[in-house]
């Protein structure tokens, strides 16, 4: 082999090396939050949120956004313990399981996907303000393993998740105030 070959070989090895050594430290975990001023107190607006079935008229991820989608509860009606899960050929598995109710202030939640690999811990915290509005406050956290594909879709993941959230405190916004209004 020539010495020019030689070289070419290593420089590709190096820089496949490089490559993969700049995926491996990459993150696998997302942390998106955004917030909402609700023309509503507190309590009504955690009313919609501590009951799954209430989901249907206010989550990003509702049964008619995606054809096909079919809910199945299970565990108590409201609060920790509740549980919605589904399976689909156009979004695949999950489940969504309440695991903290606070009423009316905090909310927490894990949600898992394709098996279980891809995790998140949710929370929907309210901050009452004054006259009657509430700030409401929904943080999501989650790893997608530790898969190089997993790595690379990370910033797709931030922004979708990024729209969902906002989708979905634009829906409960005008879910709690229609129903306020005189």
């Known amino acids: 082999m020539s010495r020019g070959l030689r070289l070419v070989w290593l420089l590709l090895g190096l820089g496949a090396f490089f490559f993969l050594g700049v995926l491996f430290v990459l993150p696998t975990s997302w942390e998106v939050v ?6 509503a107190p507190p309590e009504r607006i955690f009313a919609e949120l501590d009951d799954l079935r209430a989901w249907r008229a206010w989550s990003p991820w509702r049964e008619d956004a995606y054809p096909g989608l079919v809910f199945q509860y299970a565990g108590p009606p409201r609060g920790a313990g509740a549980e919605v899960s589904w399976d689909s050929t156009a979004t695949g598995d999950g489940r969504l399981r309440i695991v903290e109710s606070t009423p009316p202030s905090r909310l927490g939640f894990t949600m898992a996907f394709q098996h279980g ?5 949710d929370t929907l915290s309210l901050a009452p303000l004054p006259g009657g509005r509430t700030r409401v406050t929904w943080s999501d956290r989650g790893t997608l393993g530790r898969t190089l594909l997993g790595r690379l879709s990370l910033p797709v993941v931030e922004q979708s998740m990024g729209r969902d959230l906002e989708r979905g405190l634009a829906a409960l916004q005008a879910v709690c105030e229609r129903e306020t209004t005189p």
């Open 34 to 39: 955004r917030a909402r001023e609700v023309s």
């Open 117 to 121: 690999r891809i995790r998140a811990r």
